[in-house]
């Protein structure tokens, strides 16, 4: 089992910045592959960025150029710097670990507001 824990959302105004981080504990060796998704009330939950061992990262079109995943394996963590906030990023945003089974966190709200 593999255990998340996210940290870092908040309230921001548009143009801001602000860092998610995630920490796993527990059978972390299992894990090749850390994702950040996010979910509006209403709407299907969707991928933001993803990294995955032998491979660089991938970022949705609505987030390229604004936001940047990375991990550090040995920490076992993965975070989510994002940068020039618009309001249509509010969401709730959730840590994915996975490898032989998948692990979400527990989310952190993320409200872009003037």
């Known amino acids: 089992q593999v255990q998340l824990v996210e940290s870092g959302g908040g309230l921001v105004q548009p143009g801001g910045s602000l860092t998610l981080s995630c920490a796993a504990s527990?059978?972390?060796?299992?894990?090749?592959?850390m994702a950040w998704h996010r979910q509006v009330p209403g709407k299907q939950r969707e991928r933001v960025a993803i990294?995955?061992?032998?491979?660089?990262?991938n970022y949705a079109d609505a987030v390229k150029e604004r936001f940047t995943i990375s991990r550090d394996k040995a920490k076992s963590t993965v975070t989510l710097q994002m940068n020039n906030l618009k309001v249509e990023d509010t969401a709730i945003y959730y840590c994915?670990?996975?490898?032989?089974?998948?692990?979400w966190g527990q989310g952190t709200q993320v409200t872009v507001s003037k």
């Open positions: 990294i995955a061992d032998g491979y660089g990262p």
């Open positions: 527990g059978r972390v060796y299992t894990i090749t592959v």
């Open positions: 994915y670990m996975g490898g032989r089974d998948d692990y």
